[in-house]
C-alpha cells in the first residue's frame, strides 16, 4: 500500500475490484510409502462384485494405486467398475479408535481444480485394528453403488490428534465405466473400447481382477460387458486425465505476517513518522507472525546515472533489518517500494531498476532462504496501460536476480496495483521458486475512509457488514440517477430521476445462461435489457412489479440472441421519480451457469480470493496476500468484522498473508503507547492474549 504522499482518483481505483472468471491443469501414481510415512496404503476394492464373496480384502484391484497430488493421472488411477468407486482401504500406523467421519473430507469433481470440487457423499466408515499391512489399523470405506461414477474421488485424511497425521493425507481415484485404457493420453469411452471388449470375451473361462474388460466384475467377459461399454461411451465428456494440485499443496513458506509500513519506504528513513526499531521485531513475534514484508524506497538512495550504486548506510540500514529478523526466527521480504520513475516511464528507468535489483541479490545472495525478494510493489501507471511490458520487465528483472541467487524465493503480482482483477493479463515467467503476490483493499470506500493521501478522500462514516447486500464481486454500478444501498434484505434502490438506470457491468463476460431470474419487495416500472459483448442493446422487457415480495423469471429468448452479456439494465420506465424498492436474489442461470449479480459483502469478498486462488492452482504458482488492511478512522468493530473475515478466507483457503501494517494508520500496534490494539490483532490472530 503506498501511504506516502501521492494520490490517485477514485476512478481508477475500480480496477482494485475487478474480477474475472478462470477457474484448470497430476504422472503415474506412488505405491503405498512405509519407513515415515504413517499411511501404509491406499487401495480401492471393487465392493458387491464377485471377488468379494468371502473378504472385502480379496476384491482389491491389485493394478490400481492412489493418485496424489501434482501427478498426472494415468490407468493405473482409475477403475471402469460399471458400479463407480464403492470401496477404499486406508492402512495408517497410531490410528485412535476415535476417528470418524468429520476427520475425513470427501470431494468429487473432473478437473485440475480440487479445492472447487463439491463435495461427494459420505461413506460408511469401519476401523478395523490390526487388519492392515504390518499390523497397522485398516479404515474400510463404503460408497452405495452408482453413488461415484465418472468422476474422481479426492480423499482427505486430516491430520489431528484423532489420526496423528503430520499432515493431511490426500489421494483420488476415478472411474470410467467401460474404458479399456487403450490409450496413455485420454480416458475416452469409444467404439475402440466396445470393438476391443467385444475382441476379448472369455467364453467360459473366467477373468481376474484386473482383467480390463470385466466392468460389472462378476468374472467373466461377456455380452453384457459388451452392453457397458457400448452405454457408457463418453462423447464430449470423459473422465479427465487429471493433474490435480491443492492451495495446501502449493503453500508460499511464509505463514501470517506483517508489513513494516511508512519506515524504509518513505523518501528518507522517519519522513512519515517511523524508524524502525528493535522492538518493532519483538511484537511480531509477540503477536504471532511469522514474517515481515520490508518495503523500501531504493530510488531515493540509488545514483541516478549509471552504475546507479545505492547509498552503502542505507545498505547496511536493510541489513541490519534482515539481522533482526533472522535472530528472532522470522522470514522477511525485501522488495522495491515507491518506484514511481519506473511505474511512470519504464523505457527510461528500465536499467536503473535493474541495476538497483542487481545490487540488491548480490549484496543477499549468501542470505538463507528465510530471505524473500519482491520485484516490485504494486505495479501501475504505464503497467496499466501496457501490462505485456510489465511482464518483460519481470522476466529481465528474474535475470537478473537468478545470475547470484538461482533458487530464493521471489515474489512477483500482477498491474493495477497487485489487483486480482489484473490476472487475466499477467503472465509470470516460467520459474519454479515464484510466488504469486496480490493486494487487497475492497471495498476501498471503506478500507480507505479518511485517507488523505487519496484523491478524492472516501468519506468517514462507511462500515463493513458481511451480511448486507449488495453488487457482487464481478459486477461494477455504472448506473445513473440511481441511489443503492446494501442491506440484509437485498439491494435498496431508489431512481431519482425519470429513465433513471441501474445497471451491472461484468468486469468479465458471462455466457451460457438462459434465463435472468430476481425477487423484488416493492412496486416498480422496470424497462430491464442486456447489453452483449460488443456494447449492442438487446430487445426491452417491460415487467411491473408487484407491491409485495415477488419471484420474476425472464427468458432470455425475450431478450433476442445474447450469447454472451456485458451488461444488465434495470431502467425506471417511468418519466418521474420512483420510490424506494428492494431487489435480491438476481442471477443469470442454466444448466450450467449460475452467475449471481448480487451478493452479500462477505461472499463477494470470498470470490475474489477463490478467483486469486484458482489462478494459482492453474499456474502452479504458491500465492501470498502482500497486503491487506483497513484505515483506522474506519469504525473499530467493522474493521475487525473485514480483517476477520480476509484472514479467515485467506486460511481457509492455504493462503500465506501479509497485514498492512504494523504500527501508522492501519496498524494493529499502537508505538507511542506500546500497546496492541488488541481487537484488531485478534481478528489476525485469534489466539493472541494480551
Wanted: with cysteine.
Amino acid at each position: 500500500m503506498n501511504l506516502g504522499r501521492f494520490s490517485i482518483a477514485l476512478v481508477v481505483t475500480s480496477m482494485f475490484h475487478l474480477s474475472f472468471c478462470c477457474w484448470s491443469s497430476f504422472s503415474f501414481g506412488l505405491p503405498a510409502r512405509s519407513g515415515d510415512d504413517p499411511v501404509l496404503a491406499r487401495q480401492l476394492f471393487y465392493n458387491n462384485s464377485s471377488f468379494d464373496v468371502i473378504s472385502d480384502a480379496n476384491a482389491i484391484a491389485s493394478d490400481k494405486i492412489a493418485l496424489r497430488e501434482d501427478q498426472l493421472a494415468s490407468w493405473a488411477n482409475y477403475s471402469s467398475y460399471l458400479a463407480g468407486i464403492n470401496g477404499i482401504f486406508i492402512d495408517v500406523n497410531g490410528l485412535t479408535n476415535n476417528v470418524t467421519l468429520a476427520d475425513f473430507e470427501f470431494r468429487i469433481g473432473n478437473d485440475d481444480s480440487p479445492d472447487q470440487w463439491p463435495l461427494a457423499p459420505n461413506p460408511s466408515l469401519q476401523i478395523v485394528a490390526g487388519a492392515g499391512i504390518n499390523g497397522s489399523s485398516r479404515i474400510k470405506l463404503i460408497w452405495p453403488d452408482g453413488s461415484i461414477v465418472k468422476k474422481w474421488l479426492q480423499v482427505r485424511l486430516r491430520a489431528n490428534s484423532n489420526t496423528r497425521l503430520p499432515q493431511d493425507d490426500i489421494f483420488y481415484f476415478g472411474n470410467a465405466p467401460g474404458e479399456t485404457g487403450n490409450s496413455p493420453d485420454n480416458a475416452i469411452v469409444n467404439v475402440a473400447d466396445v470393438s476391443n471388449t467385444r475382441n476379448n470375451q472369455t467364453g467360459f473361462g473366467s477373468a481376474n481382477i484386473t482383467n480390463r474388460f470385466d466392468y460389472n466384475r462378476d468374472g467373466f467377459v461377456r455380452l453384457d460387458d459388451i452392453s457397458i461399454a457400448r452405454e457408457n461411451q463418453s462423447g464430449f465428456t470423459p473422465l479427465k486425465l487429471v493433474k490435480p494440485l491443492t492451495q495446501k499443496a502449493l503453500s508460499a513458506g511464509l505463514g501470517r505476517g506483517v508489513n513494516f509500513g511508512n519506515m524504509l519506504e518513505a523518501p528518507n528513513e522517519g519522513d512519515w513518522g517511523l524508524f524502525v526499531q528493535e522492538i518493532f521485531f519483538d511484537k511480531v513475534v509477540a503477536a504471532g507472525m511469522n514474517h515481515i514484508r520490508l518495503p523500501v524506497s531504493w530510488t531515493n538512495h540509488a545514483g541516478l546515472t549509471a552504475p546507479y550504486t545505492i547509498n552503502e548506510s542505507f545498505f547496511q540500514r536493510v541489513d541490519w533489518c534482515v539481522a533482526q529478523a533472522r535472530l528472532r526466527g522470522l522470514k522477511i521480504i525485501i522488495n522495491v517500494h515507491h518506484y514511481d520513475e519506473l511505474n511512470n516511464n519504464p523505457a527510461a528507468e528500465w536499467n536503473r531498476a535493474l541495476a538497483i535489483w542487481g545490487q540488491i541479490a548480490n549484496r543477499y545472495r549468501n542470505e538463507p532462504n528465510t530471505v524473500f525478494f519482491e520485484i516490485l510493489n504494486e505495479p501501475h501507471g504505464a503497467f496499466n496501460a501496457n501490462p505485456a511490458q510489465w511482464n518483460l520487465f519481470m522476466a529481465d528483472a528474474l535475470t537478473v536476480i537468478r545470475a547470484t541467487n538461482p533458487t530464493r524465493k521471489v515474489l512477483v503480482g500482477p498491474t493495477f496495483w497487485n489487483s486480482i482483477g489484473s490476472l487475466g493479463t499477467f503472465f509470470p515467467p516460467k520459474d519454479p521458486n515464484l510466488i504469486l503476490s496480490v493486494h487487497y483493499y475492497d471495498p476501498f470506500a471503506f478500507t480507505h475512509q479518511g485517507a488523505t493521501w487519496v484523491n478524492p478522500t472516501p468519506p468517514v462514516g462507511t462500515p463493513w457488514y458481511g451480511t448486507r447486500i449488495g453488487f457482487a464481486d464481478k459486477w461494477q454500478s455504472w448506473s445513473w440517477n440511481t441511489t443503492t444501498t446494501a442491506a440484509d434484505d437485498g439491494l435498496r434502490v431508489t431512481y431519482t430521476a425519470g429513465w433513471a438506470g441501474l445497471r451491472f457491468h461484468a468486469t468479465s463476460t458471462v455466457s451460457g445462461s438462459d434465463k435472468l431470474v430476481f425477487t423484488t419487495t416493492g412496486a416498480a416500472n422496470l424497462r430491464i435489457w442486456l447489453i452483449n459483448s460488443n456494447g449492442t442493446d438487446s430487445t426491452a422487457v417491460v415487467r411491473q412489479t408487484g407491491a409485495g415480495t415477488n419471484t420474476y423469471t425472464i427468458n432470455l429468448s425475450e431478450f433476442g440472441n445474447v450469447p454472451v452479456i456485458q451488461d444488465v439494465v434495470f431502467q425506471n420506465s417511468s418519466p418521474n421519480p420512483s420510490p424506494l424498492f428492494t431487489l435480491n436474489n438476481l442471477r443469470l442461470c442454466g444448466i450450467n451457469a449460475n452467475f449471481k449479480l448480487i451478493d452479500t459483502a462477505a461472499e463477494s469478498l470470498k470470490n475474489s480470493f477463490r478467483i486469486a486462488a484458482k489462478f494459482s492452482l492453474d499456474n502452479g504458482l504458491p500465492l501470498h496476500v502482500g497486503e491487506f488492511g483497513s484505515y483506522g478512522l474506519a469504525d473499530l468493530p467493522s474493521r475487525v468484522r473485514w480483517t476477520s473475515t480476509v484472514r479467515g478466507v485467506c486460511e481457509q483457503l492455504n493462503i500465506n498473508w501479509a497485514y498492512w501494517e504494523l504500527a501508522a494508520g492501519f496498524g494493529f500496534y499502537d508505538p507511542a503507547n506500546n500497546t496492541f490494539r488488541t481487537e484488531l490483532l485478534q481478528a489476525l490472530n485469534p489466539n493472541f492474549v494480551n
